[in-house]
């Protein structure tokens, strides 16, 4: 794992620094948008880094403390109980076999992948059978590239109003990844329909919508569209962890 050589507390000062400029170029308030770190492929050792170093720059600016997001239910077993000592949020940001999902319940606050009835329902069930509340956010495919996953945008706004209805879920907003395209005006359109869903949903006044606010948009190579148009949880893996090893 290389971090362009700077190590992983400057790369996390200079990404939260680059989330700052955003947020000002947006008119949007310095420290308003959550950063959550992706940490797929990594080991705990160098999570853990990053949390450290995380929780020193939220302490000079003020700014809430980085979401931790992982893909694999493998690996979030693995390294949620070697960093438990820091009691970190974990959000499950990748594609949930329903055979995984007991694994991934017991360490996440909030599944962001949540993209057919079906899945909500199995998640809603083990949630209520261990007594608790599950925060879920819809995950919409906004570019219609084929290799995405989500819901079509045409379909989001009556799936969450079924998902915002079942016990033991709270919806609390939508995610996507966005478009692949080296023209950020297109990437950029895309984020702005991932925001006119979560408006939609918010405007239907249905049951079990009205936490419904977040949007979980923007990665290392695009924050900024992101931030433009009114993500509140932006994702970053390479940004501060530097290049991934192909798998
Ligand atoms: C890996 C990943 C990210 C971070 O991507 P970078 O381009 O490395 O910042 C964000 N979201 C999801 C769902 C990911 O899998």
């Given at each position: 794992?290389?971090?362009?050589?700077?190590?992983?507390?400057?790369?996390?000062?200079?990404?939260?620094?680059?989330?700052?400029?955003?947020?000002?170029?947006?008119?949007?308030?310095?420290?308003?948008?959550?950063?959550?770190?992706?940490?797929?492929?990594?080991?705990?050792?160098?999570?853990?880094?990053?949390?450290?170093?995380?929780?020193?720059?939220?302490?000079?600016?003020?700014?809430r403390?980085?979401?931790?997001g992982?893909?694999r239910?493998?690996?979030?077993?693995?390294?949620?109980?070697?960093?438990?000592?820091?009691?970190?949020?974990?959000?499950?940001?990748?594609?949930?076999?329903?055979?995984?999902?007991?694994?991934?319940?017991?360490?996440?606050?909030?599944?962001?992948?949540?993209?057919?009835?079906?899945?909500?329902?199995?998640?809603?069930?083990?949630?209520?059978?261990?007594?608790?509340?599950?925060?879920?956010m819809?995950?919409?495919?906004?570019?219609?590239?084929?290799?995405?996953?989500?819901?079509?945008?045409?379909d989001?706004?009556?799936?969450?109003?079924?998902?915002?209805?079942?016990?033991?879920?709270?919806?609390?907003?939508?995610m996507?990844?966005?478009?692949?395209?080296?023209?950020?005006g297109?990437?950029?359109?895309?984020y702005?329909?991932?925001?006119?869903?979560?408006?939609?949903?918010?405007?239907?006044?249905?049951?079990?919508?009205?936490?419904?606010c977040?949007?979980?948009?923007?990665?290392?190579?695009?924050?900024?569209?992101?931030?433009?148009?009114?993500?509140?949880?932006?994702?970053?893996?390479?940004?501060?962890?530097?290049?991934?090893?192909?798998?």
């Open positions: 794992m290389e971090h362009q050589g700077r190590g992983v507390g400057p790369a996390l000062a200079e990404a939260r620094e680059r989330l700052r400029r955003a947020e000002v170029a947006a008119l949007r308030e310095p420290g308003s948008v959550r950063l959550l770190l992706a940490t797929k492929t990594l080991p705990a050792d160098v999570v853990r880094e990053a949390v450290q170093a995380d929780a020193q720059a939220c302490a000079t600016t003020g700014a403390s980085a979401i931790l992982e893909n239910a493998q690996e979030l077993v693995a390294k949620a109980p070697a960093l438990a000592d820091l009691a970190p949020t974990w959000h499950f940001i990748g594609p949930l076999q329903s055979n995984k999902v007991n694994a991934v319940l017991r360490h996440a606050a909030c599944v962001q992948t949540v993209a057919s009835l079906d899945l909500a329902r199995r998640l809603a069930e083990r949630a209520v059978a261990s007594g608790r509340t599950l925060e879920v819809l995950q919409v495919n906004v570019s219609g590239e084929t290799t995405k996953a989500g819901a079509a945008p045409d989001a706004v009556p799936l969450a109003l079924q998902v915002a209805g079942l016990d033991g879920l709270r919806l609390t907003g939508f996507t990844v966005g478009a692949n395209s080296p023209d950020l297109v990437v950029r359109a895309g702005a329909l991932l925001r006119q869903v979560r408006d939609a949903v918010l405007a239907s006044g249905a049951d079990g919508t009205e936490h419904a977040e949007l979980s948009m923007g990665m290392s190579g695009d924050l900024e569209a992101a931030v433009a148009e009114g993500a509140t949880v932006v994702r970053l893996g390479t940004a501060v962890f530097g290049a991934r090893p192909r798998p």
